[in-house]
C-alpha cells in the first residue's frame, strides 16, 4: 500500500523518514523506499502498533510533535529464506498541517530491540514446556471463525474509512483480490 503511506507524508522539501538504514530526505526519496518493494510477497509481514502516543500541536495550530512507542511482528524475505523477528522502538514525528490536513513532517522510528520467536526475551529454562493447541477460551464461540487470514496469507484487513488524506477508498481490496 506504498502510494496510501506516501500520501501521509507533507509535499514540503523538508519531509523525511528516517529508519534503521538513514534519512530518506524529501518526498521522492520517501517514495523510492516504499515503492522498492514490486511484487507482493504474502510472507511479508510487517504488524507493529504505535502505542501510548502523546502529541503536542504548537500555538500555532500548523505543526505539532509526537512520540509513540511502537511493537510489533515482522517477517520478510531474506536471500533464500525469511527472518522473524518481534521488535520495538519509539516513533517520533513531526507534523504539518498542510490545506487544512495533518500530514508528516518527518517521521523517524529507533529501533530499541528485537527478538526471534525461538529465541525470545525470556530464559530458556523460564519457558513453559507444552504450549495449549489452539486458542484458550472458557467455551466455543456461537459461531465459529471461517476463512483464513492468519499469515502467510497476504490479507490486509479492510479499513472502515477512507484515506485521511486524498479522501480515495484505500487499496487493500485491490490487494486482496490477487491473492489466490
Do not use: C
Amino acid at each position: 500500500m506504498a502510494e496510501d503511506i506516501i500520501d501521509l507524508f507533507s509535499d514540503s522539501p523538508d519531509a523525511s523518514l528516517t529508519l534503521a538504514a538513514g534519512t530518506y530526505a524529501g518526498k521522492q526519496s520517501i517514495r523510492r523506499y516504499f515503492e522498492s518493494v514490486k511484487e507482493p510477497n504474502p510472507e511479508f509481514m510487517h504488524q507493529v502498533m504505535q502505542l501510548s502516543g502523546v502529541v503536542t500541536v504548537e500555538a500555532d495550530g500548523k505543526t505539532a510533535k509526537g512520540r509513540w512507542y511502537g511493537f510489533g511482528a515482522v517477517a520478510a524475505p531474506v536471500g533464500d529464506g525469511m527472518i522473524q523477528v518481534f521488535m520495538g522502538g519509539i516513533y517520533g514525528g513531526d507534523y504539518v498541517k498542510e490545506d487544512g490536513t495533518w500530514k508528516f513532517k518527518k517521521l523517524r522510528f529507533d529501533h530499541v530491540y528485537s527478538a526471534t520467536p525461538a529465541i525470545g526475551w525470556v530464559k530458556p529454562d523460564r519457558l513453559a514446556k507444552k504450549l495449549p493447541k489452539g486458542p484458550v477460551v472458557p467455551h466455543e464461540a456461537d459461531i465459529p471463525r471461517t476463512g483464513n487470514s492468519r499469515y502467510p496469507s497476504g490479507y490486509i484487513f479492510p479499513f472502515h474509512y477512507k484515506h485521511p488524506v486524498t479522501g480515495k477508498e484505500t487499496s487493500e481490496n485491490k490487494r486482496n483480490a490477487l491473492l489466490k
